[in-house]
């Protein structure tokens, strides 16, 4: 079930599942209550200067004359209730049926204003909130240190993740931020392809495959060769044999993988899902430990703890693949007036104040034990 609308800039079969986040709705809706607000505009009053210092002092005297009488009229005049303030927010209404393939009760003229009205969103989002939070970036009031804050921080100024190959193009001009970037949509593009293999591996040969694949993104793993002799008369014993072998293929088939062939489907899915082109030098670029980290808690794998020579051919073993567990979305509750509390208090720690940084902190941790408790994962980082 749908509570907002889908995303005007995805339509389509493919898409179905794209739509906005709750945060941008709230902010399309505050900006344009802003832009409805009545606004007060004072008229300029024209004066005449006169040369004679009489004229000056009675003019004076008419204005301050006039200002008493303004006064007092205004004292008299009504307030605006919230209510009456309120009205445009309140006639901003979506229709979270648009763009679908159902059918849409109304009149025409009702449904083109609601599709309307979910592409001024769409448009709201590329022309406004990705430029700001773009300048965020630039400027360092936002900070994201690895896959996890950077998702936080998309999805708390209502950016979809989908939108990370959007954003990235428009820092590449910041080598720290790209290479942020850059290392998410291929963690992320990974997690895809692996889980395919996964589907196609029996429950017994999940570990050979994980295995397999890690050292195809990771080292350097080539097409094995297969010589076989063709055309020649084969019995019925050995069809038998063939047969047997092909389904000890089709029981191994990760095992036909390779490093060119895994990082072709990785570069093809982050152009078709996050529009993002993948530069050559991807694989040699990426920090390889905080990708292997990133990429086993996002598929919920789990391997042994012991030094990996990520540089080598074949830098895993089928015994390094201890579990693979599910990974399950959730709603986590979170503190936001402690998020913000500790946003600050990294800024204000980059830029050498560590008193303010401390006051910060202190209070963050208070509020983060009032609401969460200790055993949260933000108090721990609090703390850190």
Not at 14 to 34: D, K, N
Not at 92 to 106: H, M, S
Not at 170 to 195: G, Y
Not at 243 to 259: I, N
């Amino acid at each position: 079930m749908r509570v907002t609308p889908r995303d005007s800039n995805y339509i389509g079969l493919q898409h179905r599942f794209c739509v906005l986040r709750p945060e941008l709705v709230a902010s399309f809706v505050e900006a344009e209550s802003i832009k409805k607000s009545p606004t007060q505009k004072v008229p300029d009053v024209p004066t005449e200067l006169n040369g004679q210092e009489s004229d000056d002092i009675a003019s004076g005297s008419d204005a301050t004359a006039a200002s008493v009488e303004e006064h007092d009229k205004s004292d008299e005049t009504p307030v605006s209730t919230p209510a009456e303030s309120n009205d445009s927010t309140a006639e901003i209404l979506f229709n979270p049926n648009v763009f679908t393939e159902y059918k849409l009760a109304g009149s025409p003229e009702e449904i083109e204003a609601d599709e309307a009205l979910v592409k001024k969103v769409g448009s709201y989002l590329l022309d406004t909130v990705i430029p700001k939070f773009v300048q965020d970036l630039c400027s360092l009031d936002v900070s994201p240190m690895d896959g996890q804050t950077l998702t936080d921080v998309l999805h708390s100024n209502g950016i979809n993740v989908r939108y990370l190959g959007k954003v990235a193009g428009l820092i590449k001009h910041l080598p720290h931020l790209w290479d942020l970037f850059s290392a998410e949509i291929i963690v992320r593009s990974a997690k895809h392809v692996v889980k395919d293999i996964l589907r196609q591996s029996p429950d017994h040969n999940i570990a050979p495959a994980v295995a397999h694949f890690l050292n195809c993104f990771f080292g350097k793993v080539l097409a094995a060769s297969t010589k076989g002799s063709t055309g020649s008369p084969q019995s019925k014993t050995q069809k038998k044999s063939s047969q047997s072998a092909s389904s000890k293929k089709g029981q191994s088939a990760f095992s036909q993988l390779t490093s060119d062939g895994v990082w072709s489907d990785i570069k093809e899915f982050a152009k078709h899902k996050y529009q993002f082109e993948a530069p050559d030098d991807v694989r040699v670029g990426a920090k390889r430990v905080a990708v292997l980290r990133n990429l086993c808690q996002k598929v919920g794998i789990t391997i042994a703890a012991r030094k990996y020579d990520l540089h080598s051919t074949t830098p895993f073993q089928p015994s390094d693949i201890l579990n693979l567990q599910p990974v399950v979305k959730h709603s986590v509750p979170t503190c936001t007036d402690a998020r913000k509390l500790m946003e600050a208090g990294k800024i204000r720690m980059a830029e050498g104040t560590l008193n303010e940084a401390y006051a910060l902190f202190s209070e963050a941790f208070s509020l983060l034990q009032q609401i969460n408790g200790p055993m949260h994962k933000d108090a721990a980082n609090c703390c850190r």
